[in-house]
């Protein structure tokens, strides 16, 4: 119970200490789940949402950079740049071959 209550205290102080970053690490986990699971079945749902989870993260990174840079802003906006290329060039091919 101890080893419980330790992870969710952390997970708690981190969530206070910078809300912004948390919320993007959770849509980007949830994105990774996403992608995984339409990875393993077929269904496009599971893919766009990954996507849209993938594109919302990488906007509020890069946004998040540009009013308070932190000291490896241009790794996170490179990396948050190309993670929003990867996903728009994902909807581009969905929607290619959808029609």
Do not use: C, H, K
């Amino acid at each position: 119970m101890r080893f419980w209550s330790f992870w969710f205290n952390s997970f708690v102080l981190s969530s206070q200490y910078n809300p912004p970053r948390f919320v993007e690490l959770l849509m980007l986990l949830l994105a990774i789940a996403m992608l995984a699971i339409a990875s393993i079945l077929p269904d496009r749902p599971y893919f766009i949402l990954g996507l849209s989870l993938v594109v919302g993260a990488s906007i509020s990174i890069l946004v998040r950079e540009a009013i308070a840079p932190s000291p490896q802003t241009r790794i996170t906006q490179l990396t948050a740049s190309l993670l929003l290329i990867i996903s728009l060039y994902g909807f581009a091919d969905l929607i290619i071959y959808t029609f």
